[in-house]
């Protein structure tokens, strides 16, 4: 299998999905803070939302929350943990089956790094873009060359792919695929993209950008 296809992504989390979801029960704090600030809105969106841990934090600010994940393994943990709380939705982040205009609050946060190619991580910003409100705003995520597992400059500009492994109970490793982003490339990316960027932050190794669609809302 080829981990660094979408479909070896895609069947690497059905392999590991039930193992990981136990591994991943609390909600990041970065998230809980954007969430927190979040006024009450009436759709949300959780990209890659793995076992519905993120998903659940936005049911407490929207009406409608739609969790998507490419992994019905992950999907079946997010059932058992989140019920018909959230409309739960197998599909491809490059291409969100969702109407233009149709998010008013989103999160996407460490999936966007997992997708293989350049020109996927580019349309999926592009995807979220295009699904945001006037005046959504969404969170999005990616582990950097600033994380100190990674032997980097601090002024690197430009990131690499690698995999890393996920060993199962029993010992059996899977290797995952990642971009690992340079800040300075993950913002150009979304100043290429349709997404303008309101602000950006790394947190433990991570790149956080709040943002918007380009165009769209009062700023």
Known sequence: MDERSRVGVRRTYERIGAHF???REYAWPEVESFVDDAPVCETALD????NGRHAALLADVADRVVGLDASRALLDAATERVGDRIALVLGDAARLPLSDES????????????????????????????VLAPDGRALVSVWS????????????????????????????????FYHIYAPAEFQRELDDSGLATEAFEISSGNCYAVVRSEGKGPY
Do not use: M, N, Q
């Open 21 to 23: 979801s136990k591994t």
């Open 47 to 50: 990209i890659g939302c793995g």
């Open 103 to 130: 998010i008013d609050l989103a999160v996407y946060v460490a999936t966007l790094h997992h997708l293989p190619s350049a020109a996927d991580r580019r349309a999926s910003l592009d995807e979220l873009a295009r």
């Open 145 to 176: 060359t600033a994380h100190d597992r990674f032997d980097a400059p601090e002024d690197a500009t430009e990131g690499f792919d690698t995999t890393v492994d996920w060993t199962l109970p029993g010992g059996e490793t899977v290797p995952r």
